[in-house]
């Protein structure tokens, strides 16, 4: 038995980078490579990861860009990751399972990422994972997350009405908390939601609301692979 925002749920939207994918090294690539075309200060990958999935300005920002500037360099920069994202990434364990299991069980897979569509759609083609979604939304002309506007896109183009929005990061959580969504959180990306950063969520960085709005909240261990969605999920379903 899933819990009730998976079992018979029209939709499970996932986050991409952190989430699905560990992608960190090739965005700090790509980043890294348009820095360094403009002089400005290299970025480690460790200061990268806590901007994956924030608007990628902010990278530039951090790097010493200067704010006019910053459009640009997001243009250069995603061009240079739609060449060559897929090179350092990695899917994490259990993804491929989970999304199976999902479809087995009829319910539709789709992703929303604050990357635009046809990025996004490249990024999950190399991660040999296109196949098993019904839809890939990027952040095209809407406010990203936490703004649920994405994540409703993905429910117009599949004509759906409820769902459950799984990421990694509190702007996902927080896109989740609408009468429309459940939100699941995993912490195997690099926001530390192990950790009780946001209202509502507990500790182990796990949230799974009913339809009424009610928080219940699971007492088991923290999630630390996308493997551990479903289990958890039917965990909280029985208890």
């Not at 500037?69 to 061009?79: I, P």
Request: some cysteine.
């Amino acid at each position: 038995m899933l819990h009730p925002a998976l079992d018979g749920a029209a939709i499970a939207v996932f986050d991409l980078d952190g989430t699905l994918v560990d992608s960190a090294a090739d965005i700090a690539f790509s980043a890294n490579a348009t820095i360094d075309r403009h002089r400005l200060r290299s970025m480690t990958v460790d200061e990268v990861v806590p901007l994956i999935g924030r608007p990628a300005g902010e990278i530039f920002l951090a790097a010493g860009c200067d704010d006019d500037a910053v459009d640009d360099l997001v243009v250069e920069f995603r061009a240079h990751l739609r060449e060559h994202v897929g090179t350092y990434s990695t899917v994490y364990p259990g993804v491929v399972d989970v999304l199976q299991e999902l479809r087995g069980r009829g319910v539709r897979r789709a992703v929303a990422t604050t990357k635009p569509t046809g990025l996004a759609t490249v990024a999950v083609e190399r991660a040999g994972l296109l196949d098993l979604f019904d839809h890939v939304q990027g952040t095209d002309g809407v406010a990203p997350k936490p703004d649920p506007a994405i994540i409703r896109m993905c429910f117009d183009a599949l004509g759906v009405s409820t769902g459950t929005m799984i990421g990694d990061t509190p702007d996902d959580v927080n896109a989740g908390r609408t009468d429309l969504l459940e939100a699941a959180a995993l912490r195997h990306g690099g926001h530390r939601l192990d950790k009780p950063l946001l209202v509502g969520v507990d500790p182990w960085g796990f949230d799974l609301r009913t339809r009424l709005g009610i928080a219940r909240v699971s007492a088991a261990p923290p999630i630390a692979t996308a493997s551990d969605v479903l289990p958890r999920l039917e965990t909280v379903a029985r208890g």
